[in-house]
Each structure stands twice: as C-alpha cells, then as structure tokens.
C-alpha cells in the first residue's frame, strides 16, 4: 500500500515538474521570438553593430573636392552617427580607372559589407553584374538608374534643377554677357547639367551666349584648366563646371587670372558640393557660388535605412529642389548681390511650384529656347 501511495506521489510530482518546465519553455521562446524580430528590423543592438557599409568611387578619388568626396562625407556621417570607425562599419575602395570597379566591388563583398554604394553612372554595369551574383547584398547606384533587382537601389537627383538656378546666377553676374560651361563626359548626365544652366541663363538673358565644352574625362584637371584658359582669354567672366576633378583645374586658371589681376571679374560656379574654399586666392574668392547636390544626405538616408531594416531595393529615389536635396550655395556674401538671391528664390518657386519646366535633355533645351 505505502508502496503504491509513494508512486502516485512521485507521477503527480512529476507530472507538476513537466507543467512547470514547459512554462519556463514558453516564456524563454516568447522572449526569444521577441529578440529575434527586433533583429530582424534591424533595430536590435547586436546587429546594428555588425552592420556595415562600403562604397567605391569613381576615378578621380575620394578627395576630389566634388561628388566622391560628398559621397564619403555622407559615408562618414553616417559611421559617426552610429559611432563606427573606419574600417570598422564603414569603409571606401577607390578605382583608379574603370577596370577597377568590378575588382573592388568584389572586395567588399568578401570583406562582408552589408551594403555597398557604387559612386557615379560609370559603376552600374559593374553593379548589375556583382548584384545579380551576390543576391543577400545590397547595393546602390548613385546617379544612374539600375535594372530593376531587390538587391539593387537607384539613387538620382534632378541636378538640371539645380543647374537653372546656376544660370540665373550666371546671367546676372555677367559683365561681358558670355558665360561657359565645362563638362566632364558628354553623356545623359551631364548634359542634365547643361541644359539646366543654358535654360537659366536664357530664361534671364536670351542675348547671352553660353559656351559648352566637355573634357572627356572627370579626372583631368589639366585639361579643365587648358578649357578654361581659353574661355576666359575669350571674354567669358563666368564659368559654371560638372565635371568632377576636372573642375580643380578649372578654379586653377581663375585663381591664376585673380592673382596676376585682383581687380579682373573671373568667377567659377561649382558643382556637387559647396566648393567656396576652393575658389579662395588671397583676400579674394572666385567662386560665385555652387550647385549643390546633396549626395552625401542620399547616402546617409539610404545606409539608415537598410540598417533599420527598410532598404529599398528595386526602387528609384530621385531627390530635388522640393526636398532641399539640390541647392544654390550662398557662401559668398560679397559675390551675391541681394537682387541674384532674390532672383533665385522666384525660379526656384516657380520651378517647385512646377510653373517652369526644367529641360534635362538638349532637345528639351531646344524646345524651351523656343518658348522664351
């Protein structure tokens, strides 16, 4: 009988045992559910610190004073605000020709990067190749427009926005009533740029000739300052540049004109990023003022975005006026004359307002030349 009663005891207490165990069970696998979906948003602490972002310029290098550099300021931001180190989170390759861009993309990607930027128009192929062979990264196109893949974001900018209010600026500035504009490569990007500031500069002044050249090359500052020594022994005291490292060149041969002759009106509008300290020769600045584009705020946006977990991929982001993505750089207080801001401020309404439409192909230029 004791017998018996002693086994009942020890089924019933084991029977209590189970129960209690499979409670702890459930309470530990609903905290780990709930640990592994904040992971998955990209929110959990761990895994924000193993994310990491890399990106791979375009020639003319990181310190190019133009769009590689505000991109890697971008980049920089964003390690900052997450309190990561170079190498440690984030990190750039730098091509020093095209045949660069496939070998370095496939670096970062068996160095592990969660994301990698690709910087300039010139990287999509290389992009589209490495993406479609390397599906669980992610990677971003800025200033072209890749096909379409998960793994695969399209960062644009409407710079022939940007570009109009340069040739307002231009066209008000102007003394001589000739104004240049210096690209890099002639291709669809660039001439967003050259149609925007022609479309400016004819929308204040039809009687202004613009003369356009390109380079053939956004790493030849040699050759931006040959282009703009003769633009400026032609008379042409305003010279807007999208060309990259190119343009150094360019703000070269003003600075070499403003240091023989303090008192001689030369003036160069830069691009990309506010580029008023490279226009300083003395007590004087040649730059009247800069197109901005806001490469680096893209960036940054997107690198936040995919560590929380939301990147998106397969989709075009085009940033603007609207936004305050592309801007006109007010740096030089001496150079812009209360009458040139309040100009801008009125196209730049109109153009938001969608009152103007900014042409960013040639043949849209022509059309809208012939509307004026």
């Not at 994301?115 to 990264?137: C, N």
């Not at 660039?190 to 479309?199: L, M, P, Q, R, S």
């Amino acid at each position: 009988m004791k017998k018996s009663r002693f086994l009942v005891l020890f089924a019933l207490l084991l029977a209590i045992g189970m129960v209690l165990g499979a409670c702890g069970s459930s309470d530990e696998g609903k905290s780990g559910s709930d640990s592994e979906g904040s992971g998955s948003d990209g929110n959990s602490s761990e895994d924000n610190g193993d994310f990491s972002v890399g990106m791979v310029t375009d020639v003319g290098g990181v310190d190019d004073k133009s769009f590689n550099q505000s991109a890697w300021e971008g980049l920089q931001a964003f390690g900052k605000e997450h309190d990561m180190e170079k190498g440690k989170g984030f990190d750039y390759s730098q091509s020093e020709s095209d045949a660069d861009y496939t070998t370095n993309l496939n670096r970062l990607v068996r160095e592990d990067y969660n994301l990698i930027f690709g910087i300039g128009y010139k990287l999509q192929p290389a992009i589209e190749k490495v993406a479609s062979q390397y599906p669980d990264t992610n990677f971003s196109i800025v200033d072209s427009v890749a096909k379409k893949s998960d793994n695969i974001a399209s960062i644009t900018f409407k710079e022939h926005q940007g570009s109009f209010l340069a040739g307002v600026v231009a066209a008000m500035k102007t003394k001589s009533n000739k104004v240049g504009f210096v690209g890099g490569v002639d291709g669809d990007l660039i001439n967003k740029f050259e149609a925007g500031y022609v479309a400016g500069v004819k929308s204040v002044n039809p009687d202004i000739d613009v003369d356009v050249q390109y380079a053939g090359s956004f790493a030849a500052a040699d050759k931006g300052k040959l282009i703009a020594s003769s633009m400026y022994s032609k008379g042409i005291d305003v010279i807007y540049h999208a060309s990259g490292a190119t343009g150094n060149g360019v703000f070269s041969q003003a600075k070499d004109i403003k240091k023989n002759d303090p008192d001689k009106d030369v003036w160069v509008i830069g691009v990309d990023r506010d580029q008023y300290d490279e226009g300083q020769i003395g007590d004087n600045n040649v730059t009247l003022t800069s197109m901005v584009k806001r490469v680096d705020v893209a960036v940054q946006d997107v690198a936040n975005q995919a560590m929380e977990g939301n990147f998106p991929g397969g989709k075009v982001l085009e940033y603007g006026l609207d936004d305050d993505a592309i801007s006109i750089a007010r740096t030089n207080k001496d150079a812009l004359t209360d009458d040139i801001l309040s100009a801008v401020d009125k196209w730049k309404e109109k153009i938001v307002n969608g009152d103007v439409e900014v042409p960013s192909t040639r043949d849209e230029l022509e059309k809208f030349q012939k509307s004026l």
